[in-house]
Each structure stands twice: as structure tokens, then as C-alpha cells.
């Protein structure tokens, strides 16, 4: 397959996505016809106010929830099928948030916190540094 043809697919492909919360025989549409491709190198900003759904959408781009309905596939696999363990893979290798706050341990140094979430990928101390 042509390089150049796999560089114009979209990393994030999600077409009508919905995701339904139900508690208590009552449903809450958070998400409703989510259609959304971001390529490879594309910056992103999600925002909106409050109780919009920002945080549900980037929980499931993060693979951390599902969709309740739709097609959401991360560099061309869907990802209703990936087993837990695939997905904390792609999550630890493939996927970075940024957040509006810090997200720091305060008890560590900023070169600590900046070194915790690589030793998660096994990388070796000294290429951590």
C-alpha cells in the first residue's frame, strides 16, 4: 500500500456517534450524530460550555468509554472489538491530552511528573532523562 495514501486517512474516524447514559429508566443523550475525522498532525480543541458533552467525546476518543451507537475507528480499526488490554496499549503509545489544568503530582518535581507517564511504556531510565 502507498504511504501517501495511508498519510490522507484519518487517525480519528467517527461517523454518527451517539452515546446514551441510562439510569433509572431514564435516558440522557450526550452525544447525538458525531461525525469527526482528525488526521495524523492535526491540532484539536474541543470546547463548549458546560454539560455539552466535551468530556464524555474525549473519554471515548480516548478509549476510556464506548459509544452507544456509530462508527468510531482509530487509525482505520474499529474500536467497539479492541480487548482492554489493546486499548490501554494504543492509550500508552498513541494517544496525549493536554488539560487546562496541570494534572501534577505535587510531591514530585516537574522533570518527575514529566518522567512518570513514560516509565508506564517500559521505556529505560536513561532515555527517560
Known amino acids: 500500500m502507498n504511504s501517501n495514501a495511508t498519510m490522507s486517512w484519518p487517525i480519528i474516524m467517527m461517523e454518527d456517534m451517539t452515546k446514551v447514559f441510562r439510569q433509572s429508566g431514564v435516558e440522557t443523550r450526550v452525544l447525538n ?3 469527526l475525522n482528525i488526521h495524523r ?3 484539536v480543541v474541543v470546547h463548549g460550555p458546560s454539560g ?3 468530556s464524555t467525546l474525549l473519554a471515548i476518543m480516548g478509549l476510556l468509554d464506548s ?3 456509530g462508527v468510531y475507528c482509530f487509525a482505520g480499526q474499529p474500536v467497539q472489538d479492541l480487548k482492554l488490554s489493546d486499548r490501554a496499549r494504543i492509550r500508552n503509545q498513541e494517544i496525549g491530552f493536554v ?4 494534572n501534577l503530582i505535587g510531591d514530585l518535581s516537574v522533570f518527575e511528573n514529566v518522567e ?3 516509565s508506564y511504556s517500559n521505556m529505560k531510565s536513561s532515555q527517560r532523562k
Open 99 to 102: 488539560f487546562q489544568s496541570f
Open 116 to 118: 512518570q507517564p513514560l
Open 67 to 69: 459509544q452507544t451507537n
Open 33 to 35: 450524530g458525531i461525525d
Open 41 to 43: 498532525g492535526e491540532f
Open 52 to 54: 455539552c458533552g466535551k
